[in-house]
């Protein structure tokens, strides 16, 4: 990376999409980083806020799954002595940097979801803007997306794509896949997917988008992989540490907004859906500001940040949560 990540959006016909940075200036303002300082690019990507935290004169240790985005990093590493590239998932960056004694960190930065990078190669199977082989797996290793779409039960299909695509109609989705069975690319895929929900070309919005996301984040593990990541954050960053997280739809923002909250002793007084912190536990990150949204220049120069928002904390000296078994 930066991660170029974003969700599936729509470009003009023919045009490549750029990999930009996304909100790459407030990012950089919340990471403050410094000559001597060390940071966590924990969504290495194409590498777009490495090479910034480089060029401010910071360490970098990258992390990503992919091995693509790993050899480009590794051969950035060539050039960059400052840089350390990790072959690993951002959950992992704790016992990472640890083990090879780079803990505590300045600064730790994601940029949650699929990349830009992923999305554009239609052999990796992320997009139905081009056919591919149904896949979607960011490291390119355990069971694919059409493993999981091929063998899974109705009721199981129909339940990731109500949970992680927040799909209305996952039910009548779920039932048309199982009958087209079996599913070997992404035209397939989505083919089915409009068909079950009465797709008009006209439409503003794809409804594959939904179900794309879903079976995506089911496959990868996503929404645990950035929980246990803002945990290993809060684990490695020294006291005036900053974090910067920055999610591309409400399942991700939920979870970053809620852990930030916790974590700063700004939780409610709880519900049966988010219940009250545990008394007794000092603040670890006090909040750096506002939410923040890609203003109309970024969105006129890229149009995948649109929906993107950056939270962003600063460490404290409490000791960090111990989380319940």
Do not use: C
């Not at 490695?236 to 002793?265: C, M, N, Q, Y």
């Amino acid at each position: 990376m930066i991660r170029e990540t974003a969700p599936e959006t729509a470009l003009p016909h023919g045009t490549a999409a750029p990999h930009v940075p996304v909100l790459l200036a407030p990012v950089l303002a919340a990471l403050a980083a410094a000559p001597g300082e060390r940071h966590v690019d924990a969504t290495f990507g194409a590498g777009g806020y490495t090479r910034a935290l480089l060029a401010a004169g910071a360490e970098v240790v990258a992390f990503d799954r992919d091995p693509d985005a790993v050899a480009t990093g590794r051969a950035l590493a060539a050039d960059a002595p400052r840089l350390t590239m990790v072959a690993a998932t951002f959950s992992a960056l704790a016992e990472e940097l640890e083990t090879r004694g780079l803990a505590p960190v300045d600064g730790v930065t994601m940029d949650i979801g699929v990349s830009s990078m992923q999305l554009d190669q239609p052999e990796r199977g992320f997009s139905f803007q081009g056919d591919g082989p149904l896949d979607m797996r960011m490291s390119q290793e355990g069971p694919s997306a059409a493993d999981f779409l091929n063998t899974a039960d109705e009721e199981a299909i129909a339940d990731v794509l109500y949970r992680y695509g927040e799909e209305p109609k996952s039910r009548r989705i779920a039932r048309a896949v199982v009958a087209a069975r079996p599913l070997t690319t992404t035209a397939q895929f989505a083919s089915v997917v409009r068909r079950a929900l009465g797709h008009r070309p006209h439409d503003k919005k794809d409804p594959a988008t939904r179900a794309f996301q879903a079976v995506r984040i089911h496959v990868n593990g996503e929404l645990d992989e950035l929980e246990r990541g803002l945990a290993a954050a809060e684990r490695v960053l020294k006291p005036g540490g900053r974090l910067a997280v920055v999610s591309f739809h409400s399942l991700e923002d939920r979870i970053v907004k809620r852990f930030l909250r916790d974590r700063a002793g700004a939780a409610p007084g709880g519900s049966r859906h988010l219940p009250a912190a545990a008394p007794g536990r000092a603040a670890t990150f006090e909040m750096i500001g506002r939410a923040q949204r890609a203003d109309e220049t970024e969105l006129a120069a890229n149009p995948r940040a649109r929906s993107a928002t950056l939270r962003a904390a600063r460490r404290t000296a409490a000791a960090a949560w111990v989380r319940e078994a």
